[in-house]
């Protein structure tokens, strides 16, 4: 079992940044994908990006490619999402998860969520 808190959400103006931080507790990571999702409302909760926790490798969803960076600290534990050139349709609450799968994209595949923070992103 692995414990997450996302923090670092808040309103930006249309081609700002954010960086959203995910501190994981309970155990070790080594092992688990860690990744991000998000939901808006009335829409299902859309994979982001993830990251193999010892490996580093990393996969995104197109419509963040070149824009949003995920990484770790394995030091700290924890998990980071840069969010750059944000978009209006980019506004959801994000959550990170953790999954022992091989970089799965499906909500299904992660056990341990997060409590979400919410991205506002103005137009």
């Known amino acids: 079992q692995v414990q997450l808190v996302e923090s670092g959400g808040g309103l930006v103006q249309a081609g700002g940044s954010l960086r959203l931080s995910c501190a994981a507790s309970?155990?070790?990571?080594?092992?688990?994908?860690i990744g991000w999702f998000r939901q808006a409302p009335g829409k299902e909760r859309e994979f982001v990006a993830a990251?193999?926790?010892?490996?580093?490798?990393?996969d995104y969803t197109d419509s963040v490619k070149g824009r949003f960076t995920i990484s770790r600290d394995n030091a700290k534990n924890t998990l980071y999402l840069q969010m750059n050139s944000l978009k209006p349709e980019d506004t959801a609450v994000y959550y990170c998860?953790?999954?022992?799968?091989?970089?799965?994209?499906?909500?299904?595949?992660?056990?341990?969520w997060g409590q979400g923070t919410q991205v506002t992103v103005s137009s």
């Open positions: 990251i193999t926790w010892s490996g580093g490798r990393t």
């Open positions: 998860a953790a999954s022992r799968f091989v970089l799965p994209r499906g909500a299904s595949l992660y056990g341990d």
């Open positions: 309970g155990r070790t990571l080594s092992g688990y994908a």
